[in-house]
């Protein structure tokens, strides 16, 4: 059963009591009061001096979205993908929020969240983010065209809309006006992982991929990284987001206060009514190498097993697809990758539950038969995916966005696990795979202040 928490006001992620009800039930019904106002300010990080580190973050410049969240009013957790399905149903659906005054010309959300990459796994530092789990900021502050909006939000009851009005006034007399100062808090880091254990899973992939029982699977692999000091996740979001301006940049904490965060170039579906926009990431090489990426066969089995899945699993849910007739280069920081961009118009009654169900995962982090690939990775990637390379993002009734969690990193105090894949197919080579991961793993090692290496 899906539950609902509901937290005091004030309170930080991990506080939400448990009113434990079967989410569905709440369908239709206005369990939180919200209200907004404008702020005569530019940056919804900034809001670290006044109000502490952000529970979320969530910056994805392709769709000017620009999102803050401090503390909880709310949360839903899933235990299983199905419930995860139930929760997204709810929350696209629901109008979970009864607005006092003003209300939002658009917003992001307001809920925030995500989900494990597979049910199973044995790493307790995933623990405190459950299977699944959303929440509703208790403060929340936005870009909505050219100003920045906030909201805040408490549980239906009586003085809620005192308690809004009150958490309003104090982010409207105190919200900084000016950006986040830059902060440079370059470290030296202890970076280690396995390429041995790398190497030969690779190996053992293009060996299962030879005896025709897998077309493709992308392996990942974990960095541990320890700094000389506790990582600032403020800090290691405004890197993040200076220097991947082509991805979305998040964060997300779990209860006990551990953030994962990252910067991701892939899009797993941004839902609008009945338009859906998608695409295939996959393939990659280093920025100098660009102009061979289109025409290197490997790279475009990779590609193209994507693009098809896409077409196929969207089929029965579309009414109409477009998709690009060949992929586009996608240049990053220090990488280039294959991009087919895919928009569909979906049936009457589609919406982000079933998408995320039917697309995730796509062959650009799972791999096909997609089935097989999962069972491959079970035996012997040796990893906990946790939310790393799953679904992470927001919903709310009629509209969500949703990104695949790669280039992202766990962090707690002077400790991070940074997480990295590529796509195996025949003809991969472990050493340049590893270069491959090598090269994903820089866009965080960057923001956690480390040097390229
Ligand atoms: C699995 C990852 O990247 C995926 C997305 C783009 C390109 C990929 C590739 O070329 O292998 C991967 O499919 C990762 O960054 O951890």
């Known amino acids: 059963m899906a539950r609902v928490g509901t937290a005091v006001a004030g309170a930080s992620p991990g506080t939400s009591s448990s009113l434990s009800i079967d989410a569905p039930a709440l369908a239709g019904q206005e369990r939180w009061v919200g209200g907004m106002l404008y702020l005569a300010a530019v940056d919804p990080l900034a809001g670290v001096d006044v109000l502490g580190e952000p529970s979320l973050y969530w910056d994805s410049p392709q769709m000017r979205e620009v999102v803050a969240g401090w503390g909880e009013a709310g949360a839903m957790v899933a235990g299983s993908a199905q419930e995860a399905r139930e929760v997204l149903r709810l929350l696209s659906s629901a109008a979970t929020v009864r607005w ?7 917003l992001p959300g307001p809920w925030f969240g995500g989900m494990r990459f597979a049910a199973e796994g044995k790493d307790e530092g995933w623990g405190p983010f459950g299977f699944g789990r959303w929440t509703l900021p208790e403060r929340m502050v936005w870009r ?3 100003r920045l909006a906030a909201a805040a939000f408490v549980p ?4 809620a809309e005192e308690q809004v009005r009150a958490l309003l006034v104090g982010l409207g007399a105190n919200f900084p006006a000016g950006p986040l100062p830059s902060r440079r808090t370059a470290q030296a880091l202890r970076v280690s992982s396995s390429r041995l254990d790398f190497e030969r899973s690779v190996e053992r992939a293009t060996e299962t991929i030879a005896q025709g029982r897998l077309q493709k699977v992308v392996l990942a692999r974990a960095v541990e990284i320890e700094g000389e000091r506790p990582f600032a996740p403020v800090d290691v979001l405004a890197r993040l987001r200076e220097q991947n301006p082509r991805c979305t940049t ?4 779990a209860s006990d206060g551990t953030a994962f965060l990252g910067a991701t170039p892939e899009t797993l579906c ?3 009514g ?3 926009r998608t695409e295939a990431l996959a ?3 280093p920025v100098a190498q660009a102009q061979e990426l289109s025409g290197r066969d490997k790279e475009r089995r990779e590609h193209h097993a994507v693009v098809r899945y896409l077409l196929e699993v969207l089929g029965p849910l579309a009414e109409r697809i477009d998709a690009d007739e060949v992929p586009t280069l996608l240049t990053l920081k220090n990488m280039v990758h294959l991009r087919t961009s895919v928009r569909a118009q979906l049936r009457e009654g589609v919406g982000v539950a079933d998408l995320v169900a039917a697309m995730h995962p796509t062959p650009a982090v799972g791999g096909t038969p997609s089935a097989m690939a999962l069972a491959f990775l079970l035996e012997h990637e040796g990893l906990d995916r946790g939310w790393y390379a799953a679904p992470v993002g927001w919903v709310g009734p009629g509209r969500a966005h949703q990104v695949v969690a790669l280039r992202s990193a766990r962090v707690k105090g002077s400790k991070a696990r940074l997480f990295v894949g590529a796509g195996i197919v025949a003809g991969s080579n472990a050493q340049a795979e590893w270069r491959e991961t090598e090269l994903k793993s820089l866009t965080m090692v960057r923001a956690l202040g480390g040097t390229e290496g």
């Open 100 to 106: 006092a005054g003003e209300v939002p010309a658009s």
């Open 283 to 285: 393939g990659t090489a």
């Open 156 to 159: 239906e009851g009586p003085g």
């Open 144 to 146: 909505e065209g050219d």
């Open 250 to 253: 998040f964060l997300f904490r």
């Open 270 to 272: 941004r839902w609008e």
């Open 274 to 276: 009945r338009e859906l």
